[in-house]
């Protein structure tokens, strides 16, 4: 810079040098000594004049100097400034409590899109401590512990079968150490165990919840629950609710299902079933094992219940919706009645017509078991209900016309 500045310093004193030679006439009584001497003279005082005449220039250029390395150090401090306060805003350097509420808010795509970001960010991505939000949020109303065994079993299962594979393996290299080419054999099953290794540390913990979530979400897991009127309605199970195994169709957000054979019926297929007509099974019991009922001496005329039934013995248990009744002998008095004192329970099926053979029925209070008969059907296990929720559910389902 300063090299510029001395430029054109030299510029004009040399353009003011030949300004004065060429355009001002010499006086008469210079002489010959003079003229010769002239040029040196010149300069000296050329050089005075510049330095006199112009001197706001060579002051302009200095303040010109001054102000862009002034505006070069405002230059570099902006930019560090510029580098501090991107460092500042990184999400990392953010307090850990901090952190965890932002992550908290990110629904289930963010979280899955920041654990590709950096290796800090997986590992608090993927944690079970954000995922079991997420896991009751959308799956807990058709998720129960018949999917949680479930899922915990389909882990086993694929981890015997890689155990397996790895036995088979093993035994395949002891049988290949009697021939020649053993040596190699043994590298290449080194490469393969390390690249197992690397994958299983790039891939999802195979028992988080982050892992279970998406299994259900993409449809890859199907798990137990129940169906409310299965087989889309038919008439023939309005008011019950049938085990099934379902899987998730993200695409039109409903759930297929595969309900298990009755018989000698294979078994039985629906999809496009909306999140409505699902729950989790409320007892842990198998649909063709007898629930114990531990409410008996509980029922009053009133009480919502469900009860087991199913066709025959070969056939699997649905539950289905009724209330408690009165005796014949009993008027409803609430002030006189002594039905909750009875042996005797009757159940009804209000969406029957009167005098319908699936109207009514009567189970011992002390000793019931599986009642009925290959006509009626068989009545099994009974649970009393009381969420006001569940029973809400049940009267949504309600058929728009009575039954015969």
Known sequence: MLLLYFII?????????????????????????????????????????????????????????????????????????????????????????????ILEKLPPSSLIQMAGVCHSLRE???????????????????????????????????????????????R??????????WPFQ???????????????????????????????????????????????????????????EISYDSRVDTFLARYPPHGRRADARECGIPWERLRAPPVDTSPHDLHISDCLNDLHPGDHIEIQWRRNKEFPYGWWYGVVGHLESCNGNENHCRCHISDTVVLEFNHYTPGSRWRQTNINRKDHREEGNEADGFYGGLRKITSENE???WKRMWPSEVLD
């Open 124 to 170: 608090r991505c993927v944690s079970d401590h954000f995922w079991e939000k997420h896991m009751k949020k959308k799956w807990g109303g058709v998720i129960g512990q018949a999917a949680y065994k479930e899922w915990k079993w389909h882990l086993a299962s694929k981890r015997d079968v890689k155990g397996l594979h790895k036995h088979g393996r093993q």
């Open 391 to 393: 029973i809400s559910i």
């Open 186 to 244: 043994w590298m290449k099953l080194k490469v393969d165990d390390a690249n197992d290794s690397n994958k299983q540390k790039n891939s999802l913990p195979v028992d988080s919840l982050m892992n279970w979530y998406l299994a259900i979400e993409t449809g890859t897991f199907w798990f137990p629950a129940q169906v409310y009127n299965r087989e889309n309605g038919h008439v023939g199970f309005m008011l019950s609710c049938y085990d099934a």
């Open 172 to 181: 395949g290299f002891l049988m290949k150490t009697l021939s020649l080419v």
């Open 9 to 101: 310093i030299t510029c004009i004193s040399f353009f003011l040098f030949i300004n004065t030679i060429f355009l001002k006439p010499l006086p008469s009584w210079t002489s010959a000594t003079d003229k010769k001497l002239l040029p040196f003279l010149f300069c000296q005082e050329t050089f005075s004049k510049v330095l006199r005449n112009h001197h706001f220039l060579i002051g302009l250029l200095c303040q010109i100097h001054t102000k862009m390395s002034l505006m070069k150090k405002s230059l570099n401090s902006r930019i560090e400034n510029v580098e501090e306060t991107h460092h500042e805003l990184s999400l990392l350097d953010l307090p850990e409590l901090t952190l965890e509420c």
